[in-house]
């Protein structure tokens, strides 16, 4: 399953952006019952999960964005979304989204660079 993250950009430090992630038709019927993560990856780093969401919309943040990022879903569009505020230069990353646990195939991911 790979899942399309979108909405990054440039951004100074303190700004916000909303991250998207949309589900692929192949798993429509089910993208209720997964639950979901996002994940970031620094160059030179490893991917490591940054927010997730059950089934039952219940929610987990790593310390590091614990109080700055919210994640969310809409089961009706099938989409997941990262509400970054107060974003810090060690947020650069390309963030990407996928099930928990996560699918072998991963999404292109979406490029966020904050500047400081």
């Known amino acids: 399953v790979q899942l399309q993250a979108s909405g990054g950009g440039l951004v100074q430090a303190g700004g916000s952006l909303r991250l998207s992630c949309a589900a692929p038709?192949?798993?429509?019927?089910?993208?209720?019952?997964?639950?979901m993560a996002w994940y970031r990856q620094a160059p030179g780093k490893e991917r490591e999960s940054v927010a997730s969401?059950?089934?039952?919309?219940?929610?987990d943040y790593s310390d590091s964005v614990k109080g700055r990022f919210t994640i969310s879903r809409d089961n009706s569009k099938k989409i997941v979304y990262l509400q970054m505020n107060s974003l810090k230069s060690e947020d650069t990353s390309v963030y990407y989204c996928?099930?928990?646990?996560?699918?072998?195939?991963w999404g292109q991911g979406t490029q966020v660079t904050v500047s400081s």
């Open positions: 996928n099930t928990i646990p996560p699918s072998e195939k």
């Open positions: 038709r192949s798993i429509f019927s089910v993208f209720s019952a997964y639950d």
């Open positions: 969401i059950t089934v039952g919309r219940r929610t």
